[in-house]
């Protein structure tokens, strides 16, 4: 039996093509992309049509967070206010029970042993708050 050579050409015009040409479909696939990039952001932002009652009640201002810091003597302060670190968890319960979402930023001096801001880090937790921010400095 003879088989054909695959890579003797074939000028049959009569001959099917038995490739599959892929590239109109990837152009159709691009633009369906591209349409839907421009499509999702829009629906994200349109939601139910509502007219809103008027009120005369003011804009409830954002939060503003509470400090800690610990100095390089290892003196805890809570915004200005001296409190010892032992009565921390005390003194930030009480803040958390007033305000759920409060907002904790945690600074400290940089040559502080690290175990001195971990105890730190953990009389916050033991207060109950559960957002925390490290406050550092930027640039070299």
């Known amino acids: 039996m003879i088989l054909p050579d695959p890579l003797a050409r074939n000028d049959d015009p009569l001959r099917l093509q038995s490739e599959i040409n892929v590239t109109p479909f990837i152009d159709v696939m691009l633009v369906l992309l591209v349409i839907f990039m421009v499509a999702a952001p829009l629906m994200a932002l349109s939601g139910v049509k509502l007219q809103l009652p008027r ?64 105890e730190l880090l953990a009389r916050i937790g033991q207060g109950g708050v559960t957002k925390l921010l490290l406050v550092a400095e930027t640039g070299p």
Do not use: I
């Not at 409830?60 to 921390?88: C, E, H, I, Y």
């Not at 003194?91 to 007033?98: E, F, K, Q, T």
């Open 55 to 118: 009120t005369q009640a003011a804009a409830v201002a954002p939060a503003q967070p509470l400090v800690v810091s610990m100095d390089r003597t290892g003196a805890v302060f809570v915004g200005d206010q001296p409190v010892n670190l032992a009565d921390l968890p005390a003194h930030l319960a009480g803040r958390v029970a007033a305000e759920p979402d409060l907002v904790v930023h945690v600074r400290s001096d940089r040559d502080l042993a690290y175990g001195q801001v971990m």
